[in-house]
T-cell receptor, first 115, second 107 residues
Framework: QVQLQESGPGLVKPSETLSLTCTVS????????WSWIRQPPGKELEWIGY???????NYNPSLKSRVTMSVDTSKNQFSLKLSSVTAADTAVYYC?????????WSQGTLVTVSS | DIQMTQSPSSLSASVGDRVTITCQAS??????LNWYQQKPGKAPKILIS???NLETGVPSRFSGSGSGTDFTLTISSLQTEDIAAYYC?????????FGQGTKVEIK
């Protein structure tokens, strides 16, 4: 059964870049689109964007100027970079399979932006 | 962006009750609507896709309906394990957007 696991720092300083990687197990990253979604504490879900194994991407316009997503097919991983973070970027970050319907999710990782 | 408005924001019902949650889109999204269940401290789980398609393994007490701008998630007989937040999500347009969520509690 496919599993997704994020990795990356849980604490990032303001103005720095948040970097997360999602490792896909028991599935080929080349078969699907892959998304990042976040949820600030106590708030609703926000779609950040998706990436395809070819490198094709689509980002939420609200974050587009700060977001970069990429895929490493050799490691079956995809990644998120969010630059110039502020406290408003503090959230649980999820990686998920799909671009229309998110059928498989990671457990989520809390990233706190604080000095 | 397409705004998704859920109601109510929270509800309290008894075990065995029929529960209905509504989701309204700010513009026509045909049937491009999914429903998720999120239990405390856990990732969301897909319940229903394409407005009314029950995902594999989801209990049959869950059902979805609607098209265009108005959608409904129904739990026909509320169980204690259904305590969670429920979110709708549209994919009729980019960016994908979610409703603000509905918290379901047991009375």
């Amino acid at each position: 059964q496919v599993q997704l696991q994020e990795s990356g720092p849980g604490l990032v300083k303001p103005s720095e870049t948040l970097s997360l990687t999602c490792t896909v197990s028991d599935d080929s990253i080349s078969s699907y689109y892959w998304s990042w979604i976040r949820q600030p504490p106590g708030k609703e879900l926000e779609w950040i964007g998706y990436v395809y194994y070819s490198g094709s991407t689509n980002y939420n316009p609200s974050l587009k100027s700060r977001v970069t997503m990429s895929v490493d097919t050799s490691k079956n991983q995809f990644s998120l970079k969010l630059s110039s973070v502020t406290a408003a970027d503090t959230a649980v970050y999820y990686c998920a399979r799909g671009r229309n319907c998110f059928q498989v999710w990671s457990q989520g990782t809390l990233v706190t932006v604080s000095s | 962006d397409i705004q998704m408005t859920q109601s109510p924001s929270s509800l309290s019902a008894s075990v065995g009750d029929r529960v209905t949650i509504t989701c309204q889109a700010s513009q026509d999204i045909s049937k491009y609507l999914n429903w998720y269940q999120q239990k405390p401290g856990k990732a969301p789980k897909i319940l229903i896709s394409d407005a009314s398609n029950l995902e594999t393994g989801v209990p049959s007490r869950f059902s979805g309906s609607g098209s265009g701008t108005d959608f409904t998630l129904t739990i026909s007989s509320l169980q204690t394990e259904d305590i969670a937040a429920y979110y709708c999500q549209q994919y009729g347009n980019l960016p994908r957007t979610f409703g603000q969520g509905t918290k379901v509690e047991i009375k």
